[in-house]
T-cell receptor, first 114, second 111 residues
Framework: NAGVTQTPKFRVLKTGQSMTLLCAQD?????MYWYRQDPGMGLRLIHY?????TTAKGEVPDGYNVSRLKKQNFLLGLESAAPSQTSVYFC????WGQGAYEQYFGPGTRLTVT | DAKTTQPNSMESNEEEPVHLPCNHS???????IHWYRQLPSQGPEYVIH???SNVNNRMASLAIAEDRKSSTLILHRATLRDAAVYYC????????????FGKGTHLIIQP
């Protein structure tokens, strides 16, 4: 199993440009998440999905949109990139059972907005 | 919402045990305690979780205080590869909410 994969690994955007980050998981997990991590900080939740066709806002959703058209994929879109969105983006997926929450993370996408 | 408190950093020598503390005095009686770690330039990875009794797996042990207000992650023989940021994670707000990562404990391993 590949686990959680993210595409691309690195990207440089100019202010105002748009892009889509792709997350894919092969573990048949219902739940998927997008986080961002700024230097020296912990991760912050952007959006999440509890199943195909459903999405919800996390702690820092402004400036991002997401879609979950297929169970195995979760897309994160930036419609008009801003320098404040320079960060490392992590995708995760998980099962849910009995109050335990083991999330599996991808390797991250390093995004720089100039 | 429950919160956790960890030291900013800790240092240990290779091949020695490491005890990473976490205070979670506001945790409820049915909430699991979870630990994750993040190696340099990688995504976080799950380490261990527990409810009331001590737990062991191939990566670490988790010792939970009897009053559940604190726990200790134990690495029995630290290696250089264990140098990472270790996060004690409070339970999510509910359902499938995402995890709340604080700044964690930066573990430095000296050869």
């Amino acid at each position: 199993n590949a686990g959680v994969t993210q595409t691309p690994k690195f990207r440089v955007l100019k202010t105002g440009q748009s892009m889509t980050l792709l997350c894919a998981q092969d573990m048949n997990h219902e739940y998927m998440y997008w986080y961002r991590q700024d230097p020296g900080m912990g991760l912050r939740l952007i959006h999440y999905s509890v199943g195909e066709g459903t999405t919800a806002k996390g702690e820092v959703p402004d400036g991002y949109n997401v879609s979950r058209l297929k169970k195995q994929n979760f897309l994160l879109g930036l419609e008009s990139a801003a320098p404040s969105q320079t960060s490392v983006y992590f995708c995760a997926s998980s099962y849910w059972g009995q109050g335990a929450y083991e999330q599996y993370f991808g390797p991250g996408t390093r995004l720089t907005v100039t | 919402d429950a919160k956790t408190t960890q030291p900013n950093s800790m240092e240990s020598n290779e091949e020695e045990p490491v005890h990473l503390p976490c205070n979670h005095s506001t945790i409820s009686g049915t909430d699991y305690i979870h630990w994750y770690r993040q190696l340099p330039s990688q995504g976080p990875e799950y380490v261990i979780h527990g409810l009331t009794s001590n737990v062991n797996n191939r990566m670490a042990s988790l010792a939970i205080a009897e009053d559940r207000k604190s726990s200790t992650l134990i690495l029995h023989r630290a290696t250089l590869r264990d140098a990472a940021v270790y996060y004690c994670i409070p339970p999510p707000g509910g359902g499938a909410d995402g995890l709340t990562f604080g700044k964690g404990t930066h573990l430095i391993i000296q050869p």
